[in-house]
């Protein structure tokens, strides 16, 4: 079975940064891509960064220039630095991911992280 476990998030004063990681765990047997996602109350879950195994990486419109997605590929770990936050990022981020798992090697499936709260707020 294939976990995603987050961590990071928390209280962070607006123009304050944060640093959210993700680890894949369990039956993995290859990463695709690995990102995050976001979702504030009563707003639909938007796309934060996601980043492939050939190393492109794509931001959200509303974070770009604040926002850096990396991995590390041999701890099968994604992270998202977040700098000059705003109260507007506020939302709980989900760490997703295209996996393929060990006993079904070649198909990949997408999996969910069971979100951090990040709240900016002074």
């Known amino acids: 079975q294939v976990q995603l476990v987050e961590s990071g998030g928390g209280l962070v004063q607006p123009g304050g940064s944060l640093r959210l990681s993700c680890a894949a765990s369990?039956?993995?047997?290859?990463?695709?891509?690995m990102g995050w996602y976001r979702q504030a109350p009563g707003e639909q879950r938007e796309l934060v960064a996601t980043?492939?195994?050939?190393?492109?990486?794509s931001y959200g419109d509303s974070v770009k220039g604040r926002f850096t997605a990396s991995r590390d590929n041999a701890k099968n770990t994604v992270y998202l630095q977040m700098n000059s936050l705003k109260p507007g990022d506020t939302a709980v981020y989900y760490c997703n991911a295209r996996i393929s798992p060990s006993n079904d090697r070649g198909h990949y499936y997408n999996y969910w992280g069971q979100g951090t709260q990040v709240t900016v707020s002074s």
């Open positions: 369990g039956s993995v047997f290859s990463i695709y891509a």
């Open positions: 980043t492939t195994s050939g190393g492109s990486t």
